[in-house]
């Protein structure tokens, strides 16, 4: 089992910027990949972006396709998510996860996940 715990979440102004980090003990982390979820309240948890367990391949949802970063360094067992040009629409709790079979290309799609973080809040106001 891995544990995660994200940070780096905080009240934005809209066409700002924020960078959130994930750290990741208790598993060997580089084997995973990983995601990015959020959820907004009211609203199901949907994926934001997903990188692969060797950081060649990156996937993102359309809305965030062009705004958004993610990358891992896998020396320091974290993975990133950087945020550009935010919207009050990202509004949201930002979770990552990691998924549960190694070697994997990554995904979106949330049952491939089965450890996820505690959340870090992002606002963006307008």
């Known amino acids: 089992q891995v544990q995660l715990v994200e940070s780096g979440g905080g009240l934005v102004q809209a066409g700002g910027s924020l960078r959130l980090s994930c750290a990741a003990s208790g598993r060997t982390f580089s084997s995973y990949a990983m995601g990015w979820f959020r959820q907004a309240p009211g609203k199901e948890r949907e994926s934001v972006a997903a990188?692969?367990?060797?950081?060649?391949?990156?996937l993102y949802v359309d809305s965030v396709k062009g705004r958004f970063t993610i990358s891992r360094d896998n020396a320091k067992n974290t993975v990133y998510l950087e945020m550009n040009s935010l919207k009050p629409e990202d509004t949201a709790v930002y979770y990552c996860?990691?998924?549960?079979?190694?070697?994997?290309?990554?995904?979106?799609?949330?049952?491939?996940?089965?450890?996820w973080g505690q959340g870090t809040q992002v606002t963006v106001s307008s």
């Open positions: 996860a990691a998924e549960s079979r190694p070697y994997t290309s990554g995904s979106l799609f949330s049952a491939n996940f089965h450890s």
């Open positions: 990188i692969s367990w060797s950081g060649l391949s990156k």
